[in-house]
T-cell receptor, first 115, second 116 residues
Framework: KAGVTQTPRYLIKTRGQQVTLSCSPI?????VSWYQQTPGQGLQFLFE???????NKGNFPGRFSGRQFSNSRSEMNVSTLELGDSALYLC??????????????FGPGTRLTVT | DQQVKQNSPSLSVQEGRISILNCDYT??????FLWYKKYPAEGPTFLIS?????DKNEDGRFTVFLNKSAKHLSLHIVPSQPGDSAVYFC???????????????FGTGTSLTVIP
């Protein structure tokens, strides 16, 4: 089955601009999470969506927002970009099985560079 | 405050031997744990998970052990292969029996090198 896809893969923006990143989860996965990865901070949780509702939110400013559509696809938006927003943004989709099993898979990420 | 810690930034193991990657956590509410491996320029790849109701989970060459009293988990890779060379991350999530929400905290990773 197809994996998690993210678009675009690379993006260059200037300070003050806004950006929208897209994520398509694995078919059958209803939960989508977003993470920011930087060399200094590692993987930091941004937020998680399930059935179009935000269930969890990490410790990021309100400039970071997201949404999920009825087909489970998700977008995240960063407004008023700052240099420190330069990072790899990873999307992960997940599902829980009746036996308690759980799986989560990451997409390849979107590399955002803010100049 | 780093709630999930991988204290060994790197590990080198001879091919065919066992690789043991360790992870410690501080939050007793963590209930679900995952291991990932990551190659450069790629997103993390899910390897194996374990919930707190178990102390061991196996999947092929990979076994994860959980010691809740010590707040410690480990990933064993037997036998290690050169293709296993990557950065390995552990991640933990607070209790969510029906998985109504998942917020994973990641360790900083351990770079494993398997020497042929």
């Amino acid at each position: 089955k197809a994996g998690v896809t993210q678009t675009p893969r690379y993006l260059i923006k200037t300070r003050g601009q806004q950006v929208t990143l897209s994520c398509s989860p694995i078919s059958g996965h209803r939960s989508v999470s977003w993470y920011q990865q930087t060399p200094g901070q590692g993987l930091q949780f941004l937020f998680e969506y399930f059935s179009e509702t935000q269930r969890n939110k990490g410790n990021f400013p309100g400039r970071f927002s997201g949404r999920q559509f009825s087909n489970s696809r998700s977008e995240m938006n960063v407004s008023t970009l700052e240099l420190g927003d330069s990072a790899l943004y990873l999307c992960a989709s997940s599902r829980t099985y009746r036996d308690g099993g759980y799986e989560q898979y990451f997409g390849p990420g979107t590399r955002l560079t803010v100049t | 405050d780093q709630q999930v810690k991988q204290n060994s930034p790197s590990l080198s193991v001879q091919e065919g031997r066992i690789s043991i990657l360790n992870c410690d956590y501080t939050n007793s509410m963590f209930d679900y744990f995952l291991w990932y491996k990551k190659y450069p320029a790629e997103g993390p790849t899910f390897l194996i998970s374990i919930s707190s109701i178990k102390d061991k989970n196996e999947d092929g060459r990979f076994t994860v052990f959980l010691n809740k009293s010590a707040k410690h988990l480990s990933l064993h890779i037997v036998p290690s292969q050169p293709g296993d060379s990557a950065v390995y991350f552990c991640a933990a999530s607070p209790e969510s029996r029906d998985h109504t929400g998942n917020q994973f905290y990641f360790g900083t990773g351990t770079s494993l090198t398997v020497i042929p």
